[in-house]
């Protein structure tokens, strides 16, 4: 028995996110999607603490769950400081066993005069390596997954404040960093030739900042949905799969400048001299360079190479044949129904037969989804911060 898990996800009490983010909400999407396993998301954030331990709901085994969905404590931190001469600014996702856990790391993070009250994703001032230490010593069965891990901003091999290889990061910490989260921009194949990630669990995470963007990156862990199967999961390397999106649909997938309108390939910039064409500045790096400067194609890396499959999400392609944007009223009305008649998005995306889609969703619909499973897409790259498109291929 296997169980998908999102567990990269924030609340309405975090910056630049929907207020729809609510733990009803949160449920329902979760079977909208088929997911078993959510993270609660922003834990240590006083008033979303205060509704967690209102809400969820603790089962006999030790974990928590609200309307048949689980749930396991998690939130992200910005760790944000300077290391090796250099500024770092690097995104942790963070797993606690259990309240007390829980009220022992915020006490710790208001101790490093961390604000916890505004924010759903604090920033700390200490190093990656510090706060692992100090999340272990308050409980051993804490988890920390470097979130992102190739964003230019706060990843932590990424091209702005990032290092080079994971130990150069947690030190002696290194061997309690189970996996990583390797972000919409890049996918597990990308990752298989960097020698930094060897020996680490590849995860994959919407980071979803509204409620129909979660599940569009998902793992599929063997085991039961719960702490312990997800402990297990990540430390043993149970990935059965992982669901992933088209990584050129990710905002920083090639280099660029967006105020430019300016986007280019590895090759291309180092052609240019590491310039803009328009502005003469440096472009962003973005994860497509990072992995090229970081891989070793040469020699085996010591990776466990799972299955994966990139899709684009039901909604946009509905938008795609429909000819309307994905917000748009029928286009939402279109997939709820898609979603209630054929188990789910991730079932339609991935299970659901030509005849049931075209049944339920028409034949453009039927056909696009047919396409996109099978990598017949036509991509326009994002960079820089703008995302990519991906739609079925004429």
């Known amino acids: 028995m296997g169980f998908s898990a999102d567990l990269h996800l924030h609340s309405r009490f975090a910056y630049a996110c929907s207020k729809n983010l609510t733990l009803v909400n949160m449920a329902a999407w979760a079977k909208i999607k088929g997911i078993a396993l959510l993270s609660s998301a922003d834990f240590t954030h006083p008033a979303w603490l205060a509704e967690l331990k209102k809400t969820l709901v603790p089962t006999e085994d030790g974990d928590f769950e609200f309307q048949d969905v689980r749930f396991v404590l998690g ?40 604000k916890l009250n505004g924010d759903g994703r604090p920033t700390v001032r200490a190093s990656a390596r510090d706060i692992t230490a100090r999340l272990l010593e308050i409980d051993e069965a804490c988890i920390v997954i470097p ?10 091999l990424g091209s702005k404040y990032g290092f080079d290889a994971i130990d150069e990061c947690f030190g002696d910490m290194t061997p309690h960093v189970p996996a990583v989260e390797t972000g919409l921009s890049s996918d597990p194949e990308m990752n298989w030739g960097v020698p930094a990630l060897a020996g680490k669990t590849i995860v994959s ?38 669901i992933e999106f088209f990584p050129e649909e990710g905002k920083y997938h090639l280099n660029g400048h967006r105020k430019c309108g300016v986007s280019q390939t590895p090759d291309e910039t180092c052609r240019a001299g590491n310039r803009c064409p328009q502005c003469g500045r440096p472009p962003t790096l973005g994860v497509l360079h990072r992995v090229q400067e970081l891989s070793n194609e040469r020699t085996p890396m010591d990776v466990e190479k799972r299955p994966y499959t990139k899709l684009a999400p039901l909604i946009e392609i509905l938008a795609h044949t429909m000819g309307k944007g994905r917000t748009a009223k029928s286009v939402v009305a279109a997939y709820h129904h898609i979603c209630d008649e054929l ?52």
Not at 95 to 113: D, Q, R, S, W, Y
Not at 149 to 156: E, K, L, R, V
Not at 213 to 226: H, I, K, P, S, Y
């Open 75 to 114: 939130t992200e931190i910005s760790c944000v400081y300077k290391q090796g001469g250099q500024s770092r600014r690097v995104h942790l996702l963070v797993f606690a066993p259990g309240f007390e856990t829980v009220n022992g790391i915020c006490e710790m993070l208001a101790g490093l005069n961390s």
């Open 147 to 156: 979130a992102h891990i190739w964003t230019p901003w706060y990843g932590i």
């Open 205 to 242: 995470f919407s980071d979803a900042h509204s409620l129909p963007n979660m599940g569009r990156e998902l793992t599929v862990f063997q085991g039961e949905a719960g702490y312990r199967g997800l402990s297990s999961g990540l430390k043993g390397n149970f990935v059965e799969q992982t």
């Open 343 to 394: 188990g789910g998005e991730i079932q339609v995306l991935t299970q659901a037969g030509y005849g049931d889609l075209e049944q339920v969703g028409g034949e453009a619909l039927a056909s696009a989804v047919i396409k996109i499973r099978s990598g017949q897409v036509a991509i326009v790259p994002g960079f820089d911060g703008q995302y990519g498109t991906v739609v079925p291929a004429d």
